[in-house]
């Protein structure tokens, strides 16, 4: 929880460095002033406002009980068993399997899952990925990726004004080089950010979730198919997604594109054979 705590305040403080800088840049004494008012909003934005964020970048919407009587089920059973609050329960329109979750803490928790998901998995495999978003929450790892997801869609979006209000090519401001600058620097400024997320906490949450759930081999079934879903019907590599998809328990991208540059998730191949050795399976 520490060290989680540390990592948060430094990208927090890179935040606001970048402002500073770049306002300082782009106009002087002045441009300082309103860079600090800039970064104390950004900082507090990507604080508290993190989580929604990610799930308005997934279209989420909250569900209620007697639309998802499953899931609240499965929710609820998992929090009793490790005596934590229960976390909101959101549902994304998105056909490709995948999960996350986001929030500052336990009681701030929030818990998505793609509607693609809810069709793809049997109730077990269900049970086995909510136990790892679960355990992302309870390890105390979804405030610093949430932040991170915040801060680079921030990046992102200064990059954008910089475009536009740059200045010309005078002496006065950066103009189009300037312009062209953060526009290779921010996005490259948001990967960065997003890389600082460890993937070990993938390696965690499956051996913390796999033992909230007594069933290893559940999860182990569900991150296959959820890596061929998502291979079948990757997501679209704009910023609001490129931003949010650390969090998901398996890369939302095809691998291929600007998307790689982000991801955060070790190879499904040695998730699932960790988990499989933690249900007794010898190779």
């Not at 990208?11 to 106009?27: F, M, Q, R």
């Not at 005596?83 to 995948?98: E, F, G, W």
Request: aromatic fraction near 8%; hydrophobic fraction near 45%.
């Amino acid at each position: 929880m520490h060290h989680n705590g540390l990592r948060t305040a430094i990208l927090l403080g890179g935040l606001s460095a970048l402002i500073l800088a770049v306002g300082g840049w782009l106009g002087g004494g002045t441009g300082l002033q309103v860079a600090f008012v800039l970064a104390m909003a950004s900082s507090g934005v990507a604080y508290f406002f993190s989580d929604r964020i990610a799930l308005s970048a997934m279209r989420a919407r909250q569900v209620s009980e007697v639309e998802q009587p499953m899931l609240y089920r499965i929710v609820r059973e998992l929090s009793n068993e490790a005596r934590q609050p229960m976390p909101r329960l959101y549902i994304s329109p998105t056909v490709q399997p995948n999960a996350f979750a986001t929030g500052r803490s336990p009681r701030q928790a929030a818990v998505c899952v793609t509607y693609g998901l809810t069709q793809l998995l049997n109730p077990d495999e269900v049970r086995g990925v909510i136990g790892h978003e679960l355990s992302h929450v309870y390890n105390r790892d979804i405030l610093v990726s949430s932040v991170a997801g915040a801060l680079a869609t921030m990046i992102t979006w200064l990059s954008y004004v910089a475009v536009f209000f740059g200045g010309s090519d005078d002496d006065e401001g950066p103009g189009f080089v300037g312009a062209l600058l953060m526009m290779v620097l921010g996005p490259v400024a948001a990967g960065m950010v997003q890389m600082a997320i460890s993937r070990t906490r993938e390696f965690q949450a499956d051996e913390s979730g796999a033992r909230l759930t007594g069933d290893p081999l559940a999860l182990a079934s569900a991150l296959r198919k959820i890596e061929m879903g998502a291979r079948r019907l990757p997501l679209p590599e704009n910023s609001r997604l490129t931003s949010a998809s650390h969090m998901m328990i398996a890369n939302p991208f095809s691998g291929y594109g600007f998307g790689r540059l982000f991801s955060t998730h070790p190879p499904t191949a040695e998730r699932v054979a960790r988990l499989e050795r933690m249900a007794g399976y010898r190779r």
